[in-house]
């Protein structure tokens, strides 16, 4: 029986291959409706993690033996939008508050940094995200641009500083 009990920290090195696994998890079930190209740019790989690491804070939350129940990365696109990536929630810890802890933490990170609005793109076949999203006042903008072959819906919040 799990706990739903779990801390929310900034990433560190040694949570690279749990940020991986918990990303290539969550994402497997829409791994058939992404193309490849676009699939392998969401699940990352260890380069292209730390590739992200260079222009974005990431955040896991850990349940109580050290392991990443999920992730999300933010950063500045200027200096009032701030831009999340890479939301992801280990399918055990679904419904546990974690997806609402990383979010919150990750649009304190963002005011915090004088971010008046909030922007992040997401894909057709993740529903249940853009639902947790809308419900945390995300309206999707009208941007549709191209994510290797699929549309990518832009989303954005206006937040107060």
């Not at 939350?61 to 392991?67: F, I, K, Y």
């Not at 679904?94 to 005011?111: F, I």
């Not at 909030?118 to 641009?145: H, W």
């Amino acid at each position: 029986m799990r706990s739903d009990h779990f801390e929310i920290r900034q990433a560190r090195a040694a949570d690279t291959s749990g940020i991986l696994e918990c990303l290539a998890e969550a994402f497997e079930p829409y791994r058939t409706s992404y193309t490849s190209a676009a699939f392998l740019d969401t699940v990352l790989t260890a380069e292209t993690l730390a590739e992200r690491t260079k222009s974005m804070t990431i955040d896991v939350a850990l349940d109580q033996r050290g392991e990443v129940a999920g992730t999300v990365a933010c950063g500045l696109v200027d200096r009032e939008e701030g831009h999340l990536r890479g939301m992801a929630v280990a399918s055990a810890w679904q419904r546990a508050g974690v997806a609402t802890r990383l979010l919150a933490t990750a649009e304190a990170e963002l005011r915090a940094k004088g971010c008046r609005r909030i922007t992040l793109d997401t894909t057709a076949p993740l529903q249940p995200a853009m639902k947790f999203y809308e419900k945390n006042g995300y309206r999707r903008s009208g941007k549709v641009q191209d994510f290797f072959g699929m549309p990518l819906f832009e989303y954005v919040k206006a937040i107060q500083t």
